[in-house]
Every structure is written in structure tokens, then in C-alpha cells.
């Protein structure tokens, strides 16, 4: 729960694993580093802005899927006493979903930002004074240990945007069947999918004019010289943001503008110019496809609810 950890222990944890992981992506052939080190809190303030941005479709789209359809999308869960929502962030989206569910009493948000979660409780609790909110400080691709007091009770569990777009096939259904163990006897998910479009439509959202988005992608390396004794020159990469059509995939990068040397956890990097490295991917999904990883994961298909313009889709599984 959010009190459970030591804050001064989970945070050298977290700096540790920052820096294995920032070690081991950097050595590679192909470099990369993981996205989830995107949204430390100067990147989730700029994720925030992206949101806003009228390029970026998914949050708008999603937004109007919940608004216009909050009714029906309730309407089969009328049993759920316990709401979990992973990757929970600011929890907007969700009070549409806990305004509706009217046998709910407790919600878990899991979520790696401790202060995320104890401004969402605080606002939560304020607004609907019946709902007990359990935060989770924890890392959602995991296993979760939930309250044991909803063991049988039904659940329902939320992972709204586009958040499964960022791992594999394979890496989302293994995802998904860790969240049907979770959820289970019972339990459902509601899930945000964005869509297969125009490559000119899904390049835009990821490249804004303005850049809010290269901002974000380039404060990862900011993020490794506050945090790593980096010595990174952020004018020396760009941000690049390319449309796999093969594999449906959205993969942003940073790409060095030059030969340069940059140190990060005690160790030195190379990079010559025009190398990149990998720092997201958004894979984009039909329908039927995205229907086929949730039945490898143990999940039945249930409705599916998309926006007008047919750019995002929140789907219901049923475990």
C-alpha cells in the first residue's frame, strides 16, 4: 500500500534499477531504453501537456468513448465491489467509471508515482466520500498482492490509454494473463487499444509541431544526468518518431547528431553520428488482432465501444 515501503529504500531501489537498466541498454548493438523511465515527474508533466495536444488523438478519443458511452459500459458490472486500475496516473479517466459502478466500495490504483497516488486518494475520497481508495506503489507489469478482504469479491479491472501499445504482442499477452490471474474468479478488464490509421495521422500524435513530445522523449536523457551523474548533450540528439507499417508500430528514438561521448552510472558511451536509440514503442491494432492476443491470454471477448471517428477503442474482457 502507499505507506507500506520506506520511501529512502524504494528510492534507491528505483535509481539502481534506473541505472542497470540505463547500463545494459546503453552496451547494446542496438541501443534502447526501457519508456517506463520516460514518466519520471518532469516527464509525466510533459505527457500531461501531450494530452492536450491536438495532435494527439488517444486521450480526446478515449475521453469521448467514456463520456458517451459511461451508461453502457457500466451497465454488465453492476456486481463490482472493487475497482483496480494499473498504470492509475492522475486517475481522471476513472471517476466516469466510479461515478456509474454503484455497488463499488474500494479502488486500487497501482502505480509507480507515490505522489501521483496520494493526490488521486485525497481528491477521490473528497469527491465520493462512500469509496474507500487503496493505492498500490508498485510496478503494474508485476503481480500485485491486492487486499486480501476481495480475494472472492468481483472485480474490475481498468487499464485505460494506450498503454498496451508499448509492449510486444507476446509482452502484452503475457501482461494480460497476469492481470486475469489478478482479477480472477470473476473478474473483467476494460482496456484502452488505439487503432490501425493513416501513417501521416499516427506519425503526427508521436512528432507534434510545437515539440512537447521531442521535449519528453529528450528529458529521459535529462533524466540520466540529473539522476546518473550523466553528462548527456541534449543538443547534441533529436527526437525521431517513425510508423512501422509491417508491424503496426509506432517506435520513437533519440538520434545522435554527431560522434560523441556521454557518461552515465560511472561508465562511458559512444555514439556516432545518425545512431539511435530506442526509447518507445506504440504498436497499433485491429479489432480481430488485438482480440486474438486477449484469447492467448486466457480472456473472453466481450463488447467493444470506439469513438466517432473510429481512431481508439476501449475493449471489455471477461476472465
Not at 547494446?28 to 491536438?54: H, V
Not at 492476443?293 to 467493444?304: E, P
Not at 469513438?307 to 471477461?318: I, K, N, T
Request: aromatic fraction near 8%.
Amino acid at each position: 500500500m502507499i505507506g507500506s515501503a520506506q520511501p529512502a529504500r524504494r528510492r534507491e531501489e528505483e535509481v539502481s534499477d534506473f541505472a542497470a537498466c540505463v547500463v545494459r541498454g546503453l552496451s547494446k548493438a542496438r541501443k534502447s531504453l526501457p519508456c517506463r523511465f520516460l514518466y519520471d515527474a518532469r516527464g509525466s508533466e510533459l505527457f500531461e501537456e501531450i494530452t492536450a495536444l491536438p495532435e494527439y488523438y488517444p486521450t480526446r478519443c478515449e475521453f469521448e468513448i467514456l463520456t458517451d458511452r459511461a451508461e453502457e459500459i457500466s451497465s454488465g458490472h453492476d456486481s463490482v465491489a472493487a475497482l483496480v486500475e494499473f498504470g492509475s496516473g492522475s486517475c481522471r479517466k476513472t471517476e466516469i467509471l466510479i461515478e456509474r459502478l454503484r455497488a463499488l466500495s474500494l479502488y486500487i490504483p497501482i502505480d509507480i508515482s507515490r505522489d501521483a497516488l496520494r493526490q488521486a486518494k485525497t481528491r477521490l475520497e473528497s469527491r465520493f466520500p462512500q469509496l474507500r481508495v487503496s493505492p498500490i506503489v508498485a510496478d503494474f507489469t508485476r503481480p500485485a498482492l491486492l487486499p486480501e478482504e476481495i480475494t472472492r469479491a468481483v472485480k474490475l479491472g481498468f487499464f485505460p490509454g494506450s498503454t498496451i501499445g508499448n509492449f510486444t504482442p507476446a509482452q502484452a499477452a503475457a501482461l494480460l494473463a497476469m492481470m486475469r490471474r489478478l482479477l480472477s474468479p470473476q473478474g473483467a478488464l476494460i482496456i484502452g487499444v488505439d487503432l490501425k490509421k493513416d501513417s501521416k495521422l499516427l506519425t503526427r500524435a508521436y512528432d507534434d509541431a510545437e515539440g512537447v513530445t521531442a521535449a519528453f522523449n529528450l528529458n529521459l536523457l535529462a533524466r540520466i544526468n540529473r539522476e546518473l551523474d550523466g553528462s548527456f548533450d541534449l543538443r547534441g540528439f533529436r527526437h525521431e518518431a517513425v510508423y512501422d507499417c509491417a508491424k503496426g508500430c509506432i517506435e520513437m528514438r533519440l538520434v545522435s547528431m554527431k560522434d560523441q561521448t556521454a557518461m552515465a552510472a560511472g561508465r562511458r558511451f559512444h555514439f556516432v553520428a545518425d545512431e539511435r536509440i530506442h526509447t518507445e514503442s506504440s504498436y497499433k491494432y485491429t479489432i480481430p488482432e488485438f482480440r486474438r492476443i486477449a484469447a492467448l491470454a486466457g480472456w473472453k471477448a466481450g463488447r467493444v465501444w470506439k469513438d466517432m471517428a473510429g481512431c481508439f477503442s476501449l475493449h471489455e474482457l471477461v476472465a
